[in-house]
């Protein structure tokens, strides 16, 4: 099958449906939107995609998959091996979990629409902003660095020993708090599992420099 | 199976899980955490769930599954009957797609957390904070409202004439609005939807005022 994902190199929901789309052994051609120039509010892109956000995956016949969660369930109902989530209802639950700890309660709020909203309407500074970004990743980051550090089912990854939904959205998570200075030496079994990541091509060909759209 | 459900009244991720519960027939317990007053960080509940958020859902072996789409999509696997995502793969993405619209773009900015870190870091007053959560609850609304007019398989609900995941977010979104006084007129479909939400016994059970810890 062609196909073509709609993202941006830096978009940390862009990096995991990329690093999917390779675990999954597809290929796609991109198409990239700088989000500091409001090219995915464009006519033509809001056509595509109404939500007006990056990634949308545009399949062979045109349909536009939306919200990069959605896409990768769908790539994982649709092109099962290697399966991207566990078999068991409540290891699957578990992993959900870990992956909406990062893609709910980090990721939007520190989104660069909401980063950017902040200095318009509070005016706050560069490190007001990054500031705010630190707060919502260590916030976060703690109490998974505990659930994984404890819990017996993780393994080199986030469940046993094969990246799956969790290891995207925590690896992505991961590098974008890089840019902000978040340090990851306090949370040693993310590190562990971001390195579990980073020996995999999959992962590192996802990663923002790896695109072609890198400034 | 006997289920407790650690929720508060007003958590729109709570509103979810209920509705949710209440459509698949399956009674539950309920322990209330009164966030205001930190109650979902006490070591008692992060024992039980280290995310320290509200809902977790306690199953009668004392298996606590966190975050509220986990714990939807896991009674869906559990209890297939009646469904809450349909069975095509891209019906399912789009179900998906609408729901995390809601709980991944517009509930998480406007989480009470949220809220209170913009007075504290910012200053913002109580119409600054109504006005940061019209902002968002407006931002994703509107396309959620042209996604929903426009698209075929909208029916009496998202999907169809069978309500499911993406009814859940929307309904729990809706309710959480009018507190903001976000005004639910300029969106028609999404409007006819929360009524046939509000016609289900299963929906209006799950409405913050419904519950025993509502003051």
Redesign the interface.
Known sequence: MSLTLHNFFRSSASVRVRAALNLKGLAYDQRSYMLRKGEHRSPAFLALN????VPALELADG?V???S???I??LD??QPDPPLLPAD??D???A??L???V???V???N?LR?LQ??ET????GEE?VA??FR?WATE?FG??E??LA?DPRTGAFCLGDRPGLADLCLFAQAINNRRFGVPIAPYPTIARIVESCLALPAFRDALPDAQPDAA
């Open positions: 109404p939500q007006g956000l349909t998959l939306a919200q969660l959605a896409i369930e769908y109902e649709t209802a409540r699957r639950a578990h959900r979990s992956a909406y700890a893609a709910c309660d990721h939007p709020v989104n909401v909203r902040l309407e509070f005016g706050a007001a500031g705010w707060h976060s109490p998974l505990t659930t404890t």
